[in-house]
């Protein structure tokens, strides 16, 4: 069985103060019998502040990206060992907006991807379609690619230790929902997808989740089809409210 996985991707948001703030919130009112995963993903300036923050919660800390290589000439590049010297277990890679805006290829993903295991952390991978490429009919196409190649030559066992995200980019930051059904089908084609690439055993454990314009309002029925195992969620984590009733909805 999967595993259920609420995160919140900060983006570039929160300062140090309003990173202790909005951690405070989240931590001061966490359910005690939690039923998913509860990751948060500040920026980079934020990771050691909210590392000490939660420190003895079950919240987890995730980055928003890293580089592939350990250390080196990369000017402005972080490494897996420093998201690890600061506590992030988990870290987000080939989100939309690195896709788009920093051009980032699937190759690269690949690579970072790679890294990211061989390193301990846990990789949440994005793959998602544009609006262009909905309307052209294209999404399985483009799924399928970006799967495919952001998996190539990596194994059985280590493709356990992912989590994939589905991530219209048309829904992202838009107020734009994919519909519980849209998204359960594209959920459905990737489960199908990994059990083609690996295993039905491998395929059903690991955890899928949807992103893109995730609210208290619809997270429930999102979260209420077979194939969604949590969400990576946007603007409704930077208030700690919103946030927790998503959580509360993982239910």
């Known amino acids: 069985m999967a595993k259920m996985i609420i995160a919140g991707n900060w983006k570039m948001y929160m300062d140090i103060a309003g990173s202790v703030d909005l951690v405070a919130g989240i931590k001061n009112s966490l359910p005690a019998n939690l039923s998913c995963e509860v990751v948060v993903c ?7 502040t909210v590392n000490v923050l939660i420190k003895d919660s079950a919240i987890k800390l995730g980055a928003q990206n890293m580089y592939f290589e350990d250390s080196g000439a990369f000017t402005a590049e972080i490494s897996a060992p420093m ?5 992030a277990k988990y870290v987000i890679l080939g989100h939309s907006e690195r896709r788009a805006i920093f051009g980032e290829t699937d190759e690269l ?8 295991i061989v390193s301990g952390l846990t990789p949440i991978f994005c793959i998602g379609e544009t609006l262009q490429q909905r309307e052209g ?3 399985f196409d483009v799924i399928r690619s970006q799967v495919v190649e952001g998996l190539k030559g990596i194994s059985e066992a280590d493709v356990a230790r992912i989590v994939i995200a589905y991530e219209p980019v048309w829904a992202i930051g838009t107020g734009k929902t994919a519909s519980p059904a849209q998204a359960q089908e594209v959920h459905a084609f990737i489960r199908k997808l990994l059990t083609e690439l690996y ?6 454990g690991i955890t899928i989740q949807y992103g893109g314009s995730v609210k208290p309002e619809n997270a429930a029925e999102l979260l209420g089809q ?8 946007g603007g409704a984590c930077l208030k700690a409210d919103s946030f927790l009733k998503i959580i509360q909805a993982a239910k």
């Open 199 to 204: 295993s039905a055993a491998t395929a059903a």
């Open 109 to 116: 993903i690949n690579k970072k991807i790679k890294k990211a």
């Open 137 to 139: 009919n294209i999404t």
């Open 83 to 87: 998201l690890i010297s600061v506590g």
């Open 226 to 233: 077979p194939d969604i195992n949590g969400a990576l969620v």
């Open 42 to 48: 500040p920026p980079f300036t934020s990771l050691e």
